[in-house]
């Protein structure tokens, strides 16, 4: 079955440094990919998004590149925030709109002054 | 902007008893769907809703669980009768068959944390 594999957490770094948070993924046929954050208290938001093959979804200065030959979606950031501590998921679905999500285990941030 | 709303943010409850948790989606939405997170562990789905009736629904999604859409707004997760391991964050969420923009068109609400004791 479909299954997203993401690096255990808690991330410790400091405030500008660099983030990079691993995700690879196992599905039949040509999955979209998707980053989601959850802020304490909070739901999970979609953070960015990417439905085919090299595609590279970006949004709030996060990038993550959709690699079908190494089946991963690794997030990242040049330059971290104390704001940007949260939980990451990193997660998949098989149909545009109207499909289940598979979901990574989640990766904590925490980002000091 | 639109947003999916859970009541109540936190409920505990006893083993054995029933409990129903409440989402009100987003009113253009058409699939709805519950999801739980038991602490520490990944977000797994349970249950999707289309039309009136389950379109799909997870190992998870045995007979103690239904849910029901009881009238236009209301999007409801029944557990008839609790265990210590239905403890656990619920997410609701809705979407939108024809998903345009960043958001995908795939909202989730803010989560019921379920303490059963």
């Known amino acids: 079955g479909d299954s997203v594999t993401q690096m255990e957490g808690p991330v410790t770094l400091s405030e500008e440094a660099f983030l990079t948070i691993n995700c690879t993924y196992t599905a039949t046929g040509y999955p979209s990919l998707f980053w989601y954050v959850q802020y304490p208290g909070e739901g999970l938001q979609l953070l960015l998004k990417a439905t085919k093959a090299d595609d590279k979804g970006s949004n709030k200065g996060f990038e993550a590149t959709y690699r079908k030959e190494t089946t991963s979606f690794h997030l990242e950031k040049g330059s971290v925030q104390v704001s940007d501590s949260a939980v990451y998921f990193c997660?998949?679905?098989?149909?545009?709109?109207?499909?289940?999500?598979?979901f990574g285990k989640g990766t904590m941030l925490l980002v000091s002054p | 902007e639109p947003e999916v709303t859970q009541t109540p943010s936190h409920q505990v409850t006893q083993m054995g008893q029933e409990v129903i948790l409440r989402c009100v989606p987003i009113s253009n939405h058409l699939y709805f769907y519950w999801y739980r997170q038991i602490l520490g562990q990944k977000v797994e789905f349970l249950v999707s809703f289309y039309n009136n009736e389950i379109s799909e629904k997870s190992e998870i999604f045995d007979d103690q669980f239904s849910v029901e859409r009881p009238d236009g707004s209301n999007f409801t997760l029944k557990i008839r009768s609790t265990k210590l391991e239905d403890s656990a964050m619920y997410f609701c969420?809705?979407?939108?068959?024809?998903?345009?923009?960043?958001?995908?068109?795939?909202?989730f609400g803010s989560g019921t944390r379920l303490t059963v004791v």
């Open positions: 997660a998949l679905s098989v149909e545009a709109g109207y499909s289940t999500l598979t």
């Open positions: 969420a809705s979407s939108d068959p024809y998903p345009t923009g960043k958001d995908y068109g795939y909202t």
